[in-house]
């Protein structure tokens, strides 16, 4: 905590040194400029390939088009009550700054998810930072359509952004998840600069029955099991069989992955609850609360109104 406030508030005096300063200690990169120049965009996009490339611009159009849906039901409206108008005025920030982790591997679906809701939502300049940017990050930042990207991270970022330094720009607010520090830097500034929430490790439930497919079960626990070492992770389940069958496929899964260390680690902490009954399931997973909740089994919208605390929802495969 000590280390957090005193990096906030020797970029808060010396601007861009502090930030070079910082980035070379923690991050060991030595900056001449943050900026991520236009040549380097194109390169980017070489680099991350044709497919890649593709991939991300579908994902774009599709969180798009979700956004888009979203805006609709926020509305302007006043009504007049014995001669009193009320009413209510949607406004958007005029600029917001995303953290995009860097991390063990890149996130470019963080980029997504973060700036094209606020693009959709008519934010007038949407900047990024980003620590060691991989190109796949840097082509789903600028399909994403954020006005300036710069390679920075860490709590040295977080300051930047909240109060400005002679390059970047202070924002209005700032949204994206990062590790502890930048989670403890984002919670020093709140009061003088907005903040979206304070994000802790990746949750994934999953409630399956015998309808469940055991490979989808698998792949949707290793998903989130590679984020991070202190992903929590719940499989909850009726069916004694399907346990055997996920725990099967998940050896043969883990070992064609990259980040198979990191969910062997993970899994140490996997909790695996055989109930009696789906309703049983439900109350549990009501009580977790999950970031991610999935529900794989056979008439998932059966139970869709029975489950109240979830950050996202998923039904079957």
Known sequence: ??????????????????????????????????????REIREAYREAGRETVETIRKAATNIRRFAKTQLKNFQDFEYTENGVTVGQKIIPLERIGVYVPGGRYPLPSTALMCIIPAKVAGVREIIVCSPKIKPVTIVAVDLSGADLIFKIGGVQAIAAMAYGTETIPKVDKIVGPGNIY??????????????????????????????????????????????????????????KNLIKKVNDELKIQIKKLETKNIIKEAFKNKKVILVKNLEEAIKIANQIAPEHLALQVKNPKKYLNQLKNYGSLFLNS
């Open 1 to 38: 905590m000590k280390t957090v406030k005193y990096v906030i508030e020797e970029v808060r005096r010396n601007g861009d040194k502090a930030v070079r300063k910082y980035t070379a200690i923690f991050d060991k990169v030595e900056l001449k400029d943050f900026k991520v120049s236009k």
């Open 182 to 239: 930048v989670t403890t830097a984002k919670k020093e500034v709140f009061g003088d600069c907005g903040i979206d929430l304070l994000a802790g490790p990746s949750e994934i439930l999953i409630i399956a029955d015998n309808y469940a497919n055991p490979k989808f079960v698998a792949a949707d626990l290793l998903a989130q099991a590679e984020h991070d070492v202190n992903t929590k992770i719940f499989f909850v389940t009726n069916s």
